[in-house]
């Protein structure tokens, strides 16, 4: 009797823990990345990001331009469309491995003239 009670603990032990893993894997992979970047601020040829550094995955870029000239946001091979003055846009990018990626605006000359930087996924 007392070996029946301990192997149906360990059956309803197993089956809660294909149960919860699972769910668990889900929710980890559904966590994405944030990151809000500022154009044109605290100069008009410089980013400021939220953070620097995100774990790799799916990230979300929410890309204001506070300067007073047309900028945009480049990294990983995609970017926002030209933004005017004040305008924002949502870049969703999938940074497939850990590493450094390079990010600028690529309206013409604004890279050269500061416009750019790394960001590191983990």
């Known amino acids: ?3 029946r009670l301990l192997a149906a603990a360990a059956l309803a032990s197993l089956v809660a823990a294909v149960i919860v893993l699972p769910a668990t894997a889900r929710s980890q ?3 994405a990345a944030t990151v809000k970047v500022t154009a ?5 040829f410089k980013f400021t990001l939220s953070t620097k550094t995100v774990a790799h995955g799916t990230v979300t870029f929410l890309v204001t331009n506070k300067g007073k000239i047309t900028h945009n ?3 990983a091979g995609k970017k926002t469309p030209n933004l005017a003055a004040g305008k924002s846009a ?3 990018v999938k940074l497939v491995k ?12 604004h890279a050269a003239a500061g416009m750019k930087g790394v960001l590191v996924a983990k």
Not at 40 to 44: I, R
Not at 98 to 104: C, R
């Open 90 to 92: 949502k870049l969703v």
């Open 29 to 31: 992979h559904a966590t």
């Open 40 to 44: 044109g601020k605290p100069s008009e």
């Open 98 to 109: 850990a590493g450094k990626y390079t990010y600028e605006c690529a309206v013409p000359g």
């Open 1 to 3: 009797m007392h070996a």
């Open 73 to 75: 946001f480049k990294i």
